[in-house]
């Protein structure tokens, strides 16, 4: 008699979304990939942070998620000039601080003298 070794399975734990056609519809989020609309690059999520996500940012629409769910790295796919402005900010302030250090520099030059 042989001991057979029983592998467990993931539990299925369905939730229920509506559709743009208001139609109920029940989805298996454990395995779910989601897309995003801008890079087009694949997603996985934990089922209950997905399913959260869903009914509060998405009011409970899977149709609404799927068109129109965009990732953080699409996000900042959105706007590169956000960035190269935030570049510029940087370099403004370390311009600034650089003229501060200069003229403290000279005042102790003078001193000195």
Do not use: W
Not at 41 to 65: M, P, R
Not at 91 to 105: E, F, V
């Amino acid at each position: 008699m042989e001991n057979k070794i029983k592998k467990s399975r993931r539990a299925i734990k369905l939730y229920t979304f509506n559709t743009e056609a208001g139609v109920p519809v029940k989805i298996d989020l454990n395995n779910y990939t989601a897309k995003c609309s801008v890079s087009g690059e694949s997603k996985k999520f934990y089922h209950v942070y997905l399913a959260n996500l869903i009914q509060t940012k998405y009011d409970n629409c899977i149709s609404t998620f799927e068109d129109t769910y965009v990732s953080r790295a699409g996000r900042s796919a959105e706007d590169p000039g956000k960035k190269a402005k935030e570049l510029d900010n940087r370099i403004g302030r370390l311009y600034a601080q650089i003229r501060t250090l200069k003229a403290k520099r000279d005042e102790l030059v003078e001193q000195s003298l």
